[in-house]
């Protein structure tokens, strides 16, 4: 009796089916994981928005201090408590700081536990990372215009005192949280761990890393508009973010994702808490 069997040429058509389904079928589950770190990003940034929130009915309508002066606990020499510490009764989870899909390496070379305002955190650093910056004073052609470097009108706090909600123009309409954590010139995480104050302000130049930002080109680079120096001074790389978009908590608690374009218009008016009347094109 003859046994039945594949043919040579079956078998390799059966393969060719399963390497085409392949192809096909896993970058759309490496989507589908990627679309499931941005939800749960997302989520984090609207705890940590209604946790602004809470903070501000405490303190009589007053949002968080970028650095409050308070001496450091556990050991922490940095007398400076950052906004992840002054909301953390409300949200009480310190997993919240850290997007799923901020997978960069943290280096915290020359620092000891004096620059941790809360030293348990030094030694549990590789386990709690902060992926959200907190806004504070930006550069902006508006601000520069009227000759300020960090432009007054914008972010939610300055270095010691935070922002009134009665001061919001819109508060629907106005950026509280960033996520934010570009490659710097070592390919390592700006942001830095919770515990510690530096890396907690989205500030200054901070723009840079949000993502779905192009680095400009050095014929293009308007020193006090782009931030020259935070591009050519160390090659630093905009967030991978989620399909090119961040997450961004508001000013009344809600958050949603954006794309580099929709957060740069009108000269970072959603950064701005009075809403410029004039028109500002970057």
């Known amino acids: 009796m003859r046994k039945s069997a594949f043919t040579l040429i079956e078998l390799l058509v059966v393969i060719a089916i399963i390497a085409i389904l392949a192809a096909i079928l896993f970058p759309v589950f490496a989507q589908a994981r990627e679309k499931a770190r941005q939800t749960a990003c997302l989520s984090n940034v609207k705890q940590l928005g209604l946790g602004l929130m809470m903070y501000a009915q405490d303190y009589d309508e007053v ?101 009134s909600l009665a001061a919001f123009d819109s508060p629907a309409d106005t950026i509280s949280l960033c996520e934010g954590w570009g490659k710097n010139g070592a390919g390592e995480a700006e942001s830095f761990y919770i515990g510690s104050p530096w890396g907690s302000l989205f500030t200054g130049c901070d723009t840079w890393k949000i993502a779905g930002r192009n680095k400009p080109s050095a014929a293009a680079i308007d020193n006090a508009v782009e931030c020259a120096g935070d591009f050519t001074d160390a090659g630093k790389i905009p967030a991978v973010g989620h399909a090119k978009q961040s997450n961004f908590t508001f000013a009344d608690g809600h958050a949603k994702s954006m794309n580099y374009a929709a957060v740069r218009q009108n000269d970072w008016r959603m950064f701005k808490l009075v809403k410029p009347s004039a028109t500002f094109t970057p």
């Not at 650093?125 to 000759?147: C, D, F, M, N």
């Open 63 to 163: 949002m968080p201090t970028a650095f409050a002066t308070v001496p450091g606990i556990n050991g922490g020499g940095a007398n400076a408590i950052p906004y992840d510490a002054q909301i953390a009764p409300y949200i009480k989870n310190d997993q919240l700081s850290g997007c799923p899909s901020d997978a960069l390496p943290r280096n915290i070379g020359t620092r000891t536990i004096g620059d941790f305002w809360d030293g348990k955190y030094f030694t549990n650093r590789p386990l709690v990372k902060r992926s959200y910056g907190y806004v504070g004073q930006i550069v902006t052609k508006e601000g520069t215009a009227a000759g300020a470097w960090d432009d007054p009108n914008t972010g939610m706090s300055a270095w010691g005192n935070g922002k």
